[in-house]
Each structure stands twice: as C-alpha cells, then as structure tokens.
C-alpha cells in the first residue's frame, strides 16, 4: 500500500512539477510560496493567496499548488498546534526572541477560558474580553507559521531548484543517447 502511494506521489510531483515548462527558479519560487502561503493561518483563502503572490512576483502558480494543499480541513489541527508550540517556545524562552509576548495576553487567556460559559457569547463583557485573551495565542500561532513557512519554503526551493536542473540534465543526457543509437 505504502509503496503505491509513494509511486502516486512520486508520478505526481515528476509529472506536474518536473515537466512544467519555465525556469528553475521560477519552478522552485512556485514551491517557496507554495509551503509559505500553506503553513499560514489563512485557511480557505491560501489557494487565492498564492495565486496573486505567484502573479506579482512572477513566480510559477502551478508548482506551488501542491505544497498550499498540505494544510486542509483534515491537516488543519495539527499543523496549526505544531505552529502554535513553535511560536510558543519562540516566543515565550529559548527562542530566538526571547520574551518578546511576556506574560500578559497568556494571564488574559487563562482569565478568559476559565470563566468562558456559552451563555456568554451573549454578553458585551464578552466580547470586551475576547480581544485581549486571544491576542498571545494569535501572536504565537502567527510567529509559529511565519517561521515554519519560511523554513519549509526555503527546504522546498533548493529541493525543487536542484531537482528541477538534476531532471532535465538526466532527460537531456537520455535523449542524446537515444539520438547516438
């Protein structure tokens, strides 16, 4: 089963990314926004999204459409924790921005869930309070997408840069062998 689905994904990628007809890095650019734009916290508006960025940076919009399509409905969940715990620890010891959130919005959040009833959502105080207990987690969950999403797109351009150029020096050296048989 596994190995099937491997060939999918590999007929996939060689198929849709490997054959596209444009150059390497606009190819790899495609690929960078592509992961960029799908670890963000912009679900259902990230196909749209890539689109106008690979527009207006002259990036392929086809390459990317795969690497947007990581973080759907079903991956939503555990994408967005995994973000949200790298922005977390970024932010709040040991990262790279130390204690940047401080503690404030986290006393905020705590606050507002423990006194959180449904009855509530009906309530002015509610709404007065929702802003400032959602701003840490929002902060840490955009931290954590920005940061993955660079990472992830920068892995995915040099793979998909020197993947590109290794496929087309394969297909030409293929050719040419076939053209001196």
Not at 56 to 84: D, Q
Not at 95 to 121: K, N, T, W, Y
Not at 133 to 152: F, H, R
């Amino acid at each position: 089963m596994w190995s099937r689905s491997w060939r999918r994904i590999r007929r996939l990628i060689i198929e849709r990314i490997l054959h596209l007809n444009d150059t390497p890095h606009r190819i790899a650019f495609g690929v960078f926004l592509g992961f960029f734009v799908g670890w963000t916290p912009t679900l259902g508006a990230q196909i749209l999204i890539y689109w106008l960025l690979a527009y207006v940076l002259r990036a392929n919009r086809v390459s990317g459409v795969l690497p947007v399509l990581l973080t759907n409905p079903i991956t939503a969940v555990p994408v967005y924790a995994f973000n949200w715990k790298i922005g977390q620890w970024l932010l709040k010891g040991g990262g790279i921005f130390g204690e940047l959130s401080g503690q404030a919005p986290r006393a905020e959040l705590d606050r507002f869930v423990a006194e959180f009833s449904i009855a509530h959502i009906f309530q002015a105080q509610f709404w007065r309070d929702f802003g400032p207990a959602i701003k840490g987690l929002g902060t840490e969950l955009i931290v954590g997408c920005l940061v993955v999403g660079l990472i992830c797109g920068i892995l995915g351009y040099v793979a998909t840069f020197y993947g590109v150029l290794a496929y087309r020096k394969r297909r030409q050296t293929r050719a040419l062998s076939r053209a001196a048989a």
